[in-house]
Every structure is written in structure tokens, then in C-alpha cells.
Nanobody, 119 residues
């Protein structure tokens, strides 16, 4: 499975961005799809994940600001990011797996898209 992420960019604090990750095949076969991020000098961390059944997990720092969703018609997972903060600056990676759940790490990774939030 190939994942193609897009939607990153430069935005001022308080602004919004929408990330999209399109899979090369139907996402019905992918139990979990999610977004991870890696800031400079830090480890990659889970931002949000959603399972085929709609179970969702967010890291605490984005709860109430970010929304993850799946779009089966577009074979995509979306991440709507509102009220962005400078600490959200990172490279965002799409992740997916046929078997893992919202607490695991999938084997498929997208190429990453850079999100930069200016203060």
C-alpha cells in the first residue's frame, strides 16, 4: 500500500490546515489509518488515529483542535487542524495498517508533509 500525503504549509498561529492522505488501494482493507508527526530533534509521535469501525484516538495536546476522519470514496484519511500553535510545527506522516488498531503503529508510511506554524 502506498500513501500520498499532502496539505502541509506555512500558517500563522490560530490558523487552520487540512491534511490529506490518499491510499493506493481501497481503505476498507486498512483497519487503522492515522497521522504521526516529528518535530526537529524529537521522536515521532502519534497525533491521531482512526479505525475502520470509527474508533478514534488523539494525543492529548491536539484534543479539541484536530479532527481525523476517513473518506472511503476518496481512499483517504483527513486531518483537520484548527487553532494551530507553534508547537504543532513538525513533519506530519500518514500511517496505516491492515491489522493494527488505534494503539499500534502501522507498517505503511507516507512521505511526510511539513507543517510550520509561525507565532
Amino acid at each position: 500500500v502506498q500513501l500520498q500525503a499532502s496539505g502541509g504549509g506555512l500558517v500563522q498561529a490560530g490558523g487552520s490546515l487540512r491534511l490529506s492522505c490518499v491510499a493506493s488501494e481501497g481503505i476498507a482493507s486498512l483497519n487503522v489509518m492515522g497521522w504521526w508527526r516529528q518535530a526537529p530533534g524529537k521522536q515521532r509521535q502519534l497525533v491521531a488515529a482512526i479505525t475502520r469501525r470509527g474508533v478514534i484516538k488523539y494525543t492529548d495536546s491536539v484534543k479539541g483542535r484536530f479532527t481525523i476522519s476517513r473518506d472511503s470514496a476518496k481512499n483517504a484519511v483527513l486531518l483537520q487542524m484548527n487553532s494551530l500553535k507553534p508547537e504543532d510545527t513538525a513533519v506530519y506522516y500518514c500511517n496505516a495498517d491492515q491489522s493494527a488498531d488505534q494503539n499500534g503503529v502501522g507498517i505503511y508510511w507516507g512521505q511526510g508533509t511539513l507543517v510550520t506554524v509561525s507565532s
